[in-house]
């Protein structure tokens, strides 16, 4: 069973940056694709970023691409998320998740099957 733990979020004002974190229990960690959802109440989650096993391969959403950075540390089952030049629509709470079978970086949803708790960003104006 892998468990997952987001850490790095806050209040920040537009403008500036936070780096999230997620550190996964399980020693296979390294051999799947990771991705980064976000979601705000009434609304579905949705992707963030994404980056394969080996991190050769990153995709990212139109919204953040250019301003947030994904990058993974197999030795330490560490998953970041480098997050600049932030806005109020960037507020969400944040998930990190990894997927159940399959190496490569995907947005899609439902490829993933084991999630974190979720740490809160918000960004004011």
């Known amino acids: 069973q892998v468990q997952l733990v987001e850490s790095g979020g806050g209040l920040v004002q537009a403008g500036g940056s936070l780096r999230l974190s997620c550190a996964a229990s399980?020693?296979?960690?390294?051999?799947?694709?990771m991705g980064w959802f976000r979601q705000v109440p009434g609304k579905e989650r949705e992707f963030v970023a994404a980056?394969?096993?080996?991190?050769?391969?990153?995709v990212y959403a139109d919204s953040v691409k250019g301003r947030f950075t994904i990058s993974r540390d197999n030795a330490k089952n560490t998953l970041n998320l480098q997050m600049n030049s932030l806005n109020p629509e960037d507020t969400a709470a944040y998930y990190c998740?990894?997927?159940?079978?399959?190496?490569?970086?995907?947005?899609?949803?439902?490829?993933?099957?084991?999630w974190g708790q979720g740490t809160q960003v918000t960004v004011s104006s």
């Open positions: 998740a990894v997927r159940r079978v399959g190496t490569g970086a995907t947005k899609a949803r439902e490829e993933y099957g084991y």
């Open positions: 399980a020693r296979t960690f390294s051999k799947y694709g």
């Open positions: 980056i394969s096993w080996s991190g050769s391969s990153t």
